[in-house]
C-alpha cells in the first residue's frame, strides 16, 4: 500500500538552529498538509499546500516557519530558528484531488519526525 | 471558536462494545474524521462522515448528527490491540481539520 514517508524520524537540534524535515508525499496526490503534536497533546495543523502555494495556515505557522515542493516527489517543512516550544512530532500528510470530488476524504499520514530542540 | 469535545479516557473489558462520543462547534462543516493513533506514532484513518446516519466497517462504526454537532465511535467486539487514543476530528470550511484532544481508551483483560 502507497504511503508517505518523513525523514529523519527523529532529530536533535540546539536552539536557534535551522531544520528541515522532509516529505514523500504517496505519488498520486496533490494536497498536503503538516501537522504538529506535543508530546500528551492535540494533533495541531499547521499548513495545507496544493497547487505549489499554501492553501490555508494556522496561527501557529508563523515567519519562522515556511514550506516547499522543490521537485516533483519532495515536500518540505522548514523551520528557520527553532525554540524550544518546538519540539514536537511533526507528520507529514496527503490526500488525493479529483476534479469531480475536489480534495479526497481521506487524509494519509507519514510517521512523523520527532524534533527535540534543547 | 471552534471546539472539539470528547472524553479524556475510557476503560472497557477485551470482548465487550464500547462508545466513544464527539461533540463539536466550528465554523463550517466538511466531514467528521474518526482516528486512532498509538503512542509516538502517527494517527491511522478509521472513519468518515459526512452524512448523517451510520457507517459501518468491520468492528468499527461511526455515527454523525450534524444538526445536534454529535458523533460518536462504536467499537464492537473489543481486543487488546484495540487499547489506542481515538482522536475526533472535523473538517471547516477552511478545510482545515481541527483535532479534538484525543479518548484514550484502556482495554483489560
Given at each position: 500500500e502507497p504511503e508517505v514517508t518523513q525523514t529523519p524520524s527523529h532529530q536533535v537540534t540546539q536552539m536557534g538552529q535551522e531544520v528541515i524535515?522532509?516529505?514523500?508525499?504517496?505519488?498520486?496526490?496533490l494536497y498536503f498538509y503538516w501537522y504538529r503534536q506535543i508530546l500528551g497533546q492535540k494533533v495541531e495543523f499547521l499548513v495545507s499546500f496544493y497547487n505549489n502555494e499554501i492553501s490555508e495556515k494556522s496561527e501557529i505557522f508563523d515567519d519562522q516557519f515556511s514550506v516547499e515542493r522543490p521537485d516533483g516527489s519532495n515536500f518540505t517543512l522548514k523551520i528557520?530558528?527553532?525554540?524550544?516550544?518546538?519540539?514536537?512530532?511533526?507528520?507529514c500528510a496527503s490526500s488525493e484531488v479529483t476534479p469531480d470530488r475536489g480534495v479526497g476524504n481521506t487524509i494519509y499520514f507519514g510517521e512523523g519526525s520527532w524534533l527535540t530542540v534543547v | 471558536g471552534q471546539n472539539i469535545d470528547q472524553p479524556t479516557e475510557m476503560t472497557a473489558t477485551e470482548g465487550a462494545i464500547v462508545q466513544i462520543n464527539c461533540t463539536y462547534q466550528t465554523s463550517g462543516f466538511n466531514g467528521l474524521f474518526w482516528y486512532q493513533q498509538?503512542?509516538?506514532e502517527a494517527p491511522t484513518f478509521l472513519s468518515y462522515n459526512v452524512l448523517d446516519g451510520l457507517e459501518e466497517k468491520g468492528r468499527f462504526s461511526s455515527f454523525l448528527s450534524r444538526s445536534k454537532g454529535y458523533s460518536y465511535l462504536l467499537l464492537k467486539e473489543l481486543q487488546m490491540k484495540d487499547s489506542a487514543s481515538y482522536l475526533c476530528a472535523v473538517r471547516d470550511s477552511n478545510y482545515q481539520l481541527i483535532w479534538g484532544a484525543g479518548t484514550k481508551l484502556i482495554i483489560k483483560p
Amino acid at each position: 500500500e502507497p504511503e508517505v514517508t518523513q525523514t529523519p524520524s527523529h532529530q536533535v537540534t540546539q536552539m536557534g538552529q535551522e531544520v528541515i524535515l522532509r516529505c514523500v508525499p504517496i505519488s498520486n496526490h496533490l494536497y498536503f498538509y503538516w501537522y504538529r503534536q506535543i508530546l500528551g497533546q492535540k494533533v495541531e495543523f499547521l499548513v495545507s499546500f496544493y497547487n505549489n502555494e499554501i492553501s490555508e495556515k494556522s496561527e501557529i505557522f508563523d515567519d519562522q516557519f515556511s514550506v516547499e515542493r522543490p521537485d516533483g516527489s519532495n515536500f518540505t517543512l522548514k523551520i528557520r530558528s527553532t525554540k524550544l516550544e518546538d519540539s514536537a512530532m511533526y507528520f507529514c500528510a496527503s490526500s488525493e484531488v479529483t476534479p469531480d470530488r475536489g480534495v479526497g476524504n481521506t487524509i494519509y499520514f507519514g510517521e512523523g519526525s520527532w524534533l527535540t530542540v534543547v | 471558536g471552534q471546539n472539539i469535545d470528547q472524553p479524556t479516557e475510557m476503560t472497557a473489558t477485551e470482548g465487550a462494545i464500547v462508545q466513544i462520543n464527539c461533540t463539536y462547534q466550528t465554523s463550517g462543516f466538511n466531514g467528521l474524521f474518526w482516528y486512532q493513533q498509538h503512542a509516538g506514532e502517527a494517527p491511522t484513518f478509521l472513519s468518515y462522515n459526512v452524512l448523517d446516519g451510520l457507517e459501518e466497517k468491520g468492528r468499527f462504526s461511526s455515527f454523525l448528527s450534524r444538526s445536534k454537532g454529535y458523533s460518536y465511535l462504536l467499537l464492537k467486539e473489543l481486543q487488546m490491540k484495540d487499547s489506542a487514543s481515538y482522536l475526533c476530528a472535523v473538517r471547516d470550511s477552511n478545510y482545515q481539520l481541527i483535532w479534538g484532544a484525543g479518548t484514550k481508551l484502556i482495554i483489560k483483560p
